[in-house]
């Protein structure tokens, strides 16, 4: 899965367009008094995901679950950006909103109410103090590979212990992919880890 979600941001196959999306997923930012941003995983550091959420597939579909959201939470759709007209915005109209954007609430608090609502998608910290390898097997091939990893990026794959000591020496910059993160945290509980020193 790992070759998978490389290939296909590299090659962009042009028949499988369910894999091709992956290549433009995206975290939702949430910060404090602003609406959020869609952010892509070359602007994410994997260190600091403070008012990050997600994964999502694409924008549309980060703009689907912030609707979503929205309506069960009475959040505000003008200071989501997902409506652009002055006054009270649409879900106002249908006394679906708290009033952020008529004065009725404050941006500060429903700030903090969207927070809440998307605590459940946050991004999660790197659970491990530095680096890990996870063996995989294939009993077929009898070929054993150990994928290592750091701040959910994935650093290379080793067949033999000279790679893995080369790869633990001089890691290759790390760079986030939100496709590896998506897979990893998925699976993260279930695998079997071995802790390198960082």
């Known amino acids: 899965m790992l070759r998978e979600s490389r290939l296909i941001k590299t090659l962009l196959p042009a028949y499988n367009h369910r894999l091709r999306r992956r290549r433009e997923m995206v975290a939702l930012s949430l910060a404090e008094d602003s609406a959020p941003d869609y952010v892509t995983s070359a602007a994410i550091d994997p260190s600091d995901f403070k008012g990050l959420y997600g994964p999502y597939a694409s924008r ?40 952020a954007c008529v004065g009725v609430e404050t941006l500060a608090a429903h700030s903090a109410r969207l ?24 009993v077929l091939s009898e070929r054993t590979d150990v994928h290592v990893f750091r701040n959910w990026c994935w650093l290379g794959s080793a067949s033999d212990d000279a790679e893995l000591q080369s790869i633990v020496e001089s890691p290759p910059r790390p760079e986030f992919d939100l496709d590896i993160y998506r897979l990893l945290v998925r699976r993260m509980p279930r695998l079997r880890t071995i802790h390198l020193d960082a």
Not at 117 to 130: D, K
């Open 60 to 99: 549309a579909r980060a703009r689907a679950t912030l609707r979503d959201v929205a309506r069960e939470a009475r959040l505000c759709w003008s200071s989501l950006g997902l409506d652009r007209r002055d006054g009270p915005c649409f879900a106002r109209q249908l006394g679906r909103c708290g009033g």
């Open 115 to 138: 927070r809440e609502s998307f605590a459940a998608h946050a991004l999660q910290p790197w659970p491990y103090s530095g680096m890990i390898a996870v063996r995989e097997a294939d």
